[in-house]
């Protein structure tokens, strides 16, 4: 029979150009957000954070947008390389818990 | 710097045996997290420590989990006995209590396969 299972989201590109990685949090209290990269058979790796009082915040070719009124969160990757390709999660974190609360994640997969 | 370390990276078991799984946080951090990880849920947490103690124990699936950290350097996830729905990825992650530290640290994770 067909499994179930998660259908992650998938964003394929061609090696050069830019990607928009999407995600929506459900949390309004949420106070600080994260991506992460996970590549296959490894765990899952840091790439950028922003808190809430900021609404953009930039690292070396990334680029984290947060739009709270929407509850929105991008993760833009300039001049995507094949190095790229992997799952991205978001996270997000409320008040003083310091655990984070996982999305499902989007498959990247860059193009030659 | 060593990361976060995992043992074992790969586990096979038949069903009913007791599985435990290792690791050990990057030192000077002083919170400890166990994730699972499966096609079917995503990436969940299962519990966390904060200086050794279980703060949030309410992702541990069932009974059949529990996990401790005897000291700042060492924890330990066991699941006894185990059924092959427990076949997943799990990570362990640690992160400062520095403030302004909020990043979490996984390690390689160990992939649990249940027959």
């Known amino acids: 029979g067909e499994s179930v299972g998660l259908h992650l989201p998938t964003l394929s590109v061609q090696e050069g150009d830019n990607s928009i990685i999407n995600c929506a949090y459900s949390n309004s209290a949420s106070d600080y957000f994260i991506w992460y990269k996970q590549e296959s058979g490894k765990g899952p790796q840091f790439i950028i954070d922003i808190r809430s009082n900021m609404d953009k915040r930039q690292g070396q070719r990334v680029t984290v947008l947060l739009n709270k009124t929407v509850k929105h969160l991008s993760l833009q990757i300039a001049a995507t390389q094949p190095g790229d390709s992997a799952v991205y999660f978001c996270?997000?974190?409320?008040?003083?818990?310091?655990?984070?609360?996982f999305g499902s994640g989007t498959q990247l997969t860059v193009l030659p | 710097d060593a990361g976060v370390i995992q043992s074992p990276r790969h586990e096979v078991t038949e069903m009913g045996q007791e599985v435990t799984l290792r690791c050990k946080p990057i030192?000077?951090?002083?919170?400890l997290f166990w994730y699972r990880q499966t096609m079917m849920r995503g990436l969940e947490l299962l519990i966390y420590?904060?200086?050794?103690?279980?703060?949030?124990d309410s992702g541990m699936p069932e009974d059949r989990f529990s996990a401790k950290m005897p000291n700042a350097s060492f924890s330990t996830l066991k699941i006894q006995p185990s059924e092959p729905r427990d076949s997943a990825v799990y990570f362990c992650?640690?992160?400062?209590?520095?403030?302004?530290?909020?990043?979490?640290?996984f390690g390689p994770g160990t992939r649990l396969t249940v027959l």
């Open positions: 420590f904060n200086n050794n103690v279980p703060i949030d």
């Open positions: 030192s000077g951090h002083n919170s």
């Open positions: 996270a997000e974190r409320s008040g003083s818990a310091r655990q984070l609360t």
């Open positions: 992650a640690s992160r400062t209590g520095l403030a302004g530290g909020n990043e979490q640290f």
